[in-house]
T-cell receptor, first 111, second 115 residues
Framework: KQEVTQIPAALSVPEGENLVLNCSFT??????LQWFRQDPGKGLTSLLL?????REQTSGRLNASLDKSSGRSTLYIAASQPGDSATYLC??????????FGKGITLSVRP | NAGVTQTPKFRVLKTGQSMTLLCAQD?????MYWYRQDPGMGLRLIHY???????AKGEVPDGYNVSRLKKQNFLLGLESAAPSQTSVYFC??????????????FGQGTRLTVV
């Protein structure tokens, strides 16, 4: 059974700081890994998708990396802003087509 | 460009009542998923479908049934609602098929309270 872990559950940083969010998964037989953002009371917005054959993806101030063999991914956020405050979730698509999520990291960026 | 639409957005049920949640996508996606999100538990997969006419159990299927009679719609049914089914329900879809590596899109959620 695939398990996805995100530690810590919450993180508070001052504005302007560069930060890294971690995600680990137990079964390396995945098709892709996706990072999502969720604002309170809202749905999930896709941030970045990394296919199993890729090592990283970039979008603006966000960079996600994938090390499939070690079961790890990181989401790097450069020059954090208060508007980045949200919950960040990672999810993997396994060989059985299931999309399995971590519990998320709640990020607070202090002005 | 609707994407993934969930109906209804809010609902209050009494214990024992039944209801159906509708998920509709207009992107011609093969894969569709139903999740529930609870504080401290994250998103847990209830049921999913890899194509029209197919369904499969996820992590927490008990108390729920699903149907995928049309490719664009995925229905989640609660036959006899229980307070433990109070949650926020999310539907998602992705292209699937031979393009399993594509991203998933989510609806805005249905907030269900069972009293």
């Amino acid at each position: 059974k695939q398990e996805v872990t995100q530690i810590p559950a919450a993180l508070s940083v001052p504005e302007g700081e560069n930060l890294v969010l971690n995600c680990s998964f137990t079964d390396s037989a995945i098709y892709n890994l996706q990072w999502f953002r969720q604002d309170p009371g809202k749905g999930l917005t896709s941030l970045l998708l990394i296919q199993s054959s890729q090592r990283e993806q970039t979008s603006g101030r966000l960079n996600a990396s994938l090390d499939k063999s070690s079961g790890r991914s990181t989401l790097y956020i450069a020059a954090s802003q208060p508007g980045d405050s949200a919950t960040y979730l990672c999810a993997v698509t396994g060989a059985n087509s299931k999309l399995t999520f971590g519990k998320g990291i709640t990020l607070s960026v202090r002005p | 460009n609707a994407g993934v639409t969930q109906t209804p957005k809010f609902r209050v049920l009494k214990t024992g009542q039944s209801m159906t949640l509708l998920c509709a996508q207009d992107m011609n996606h093969e894969y569709m998923y139903w999740y529930r999100q609870d504080p401290g538990m994250g998103l847990r997969l209830i049921h999913y479908s890899v194509g029209e006419g197919t369904t499969a159990k996820g992590e927490v299927p008990d108390g729920y049934n699903v149907s995928r009679l049309k490719k664009q719609n995925f229905l989640l049914g609660l036959e006899s609602a229980a307070p433990s089914q109070t949650s926020v329900y999310f539907c998602a879809s992705s292209l699937g098929g031979y393009r399993r590596h594509t991203e998933a899109f989510f609806g805005q959620g249905t907030r269900l309270t069972v009293v």
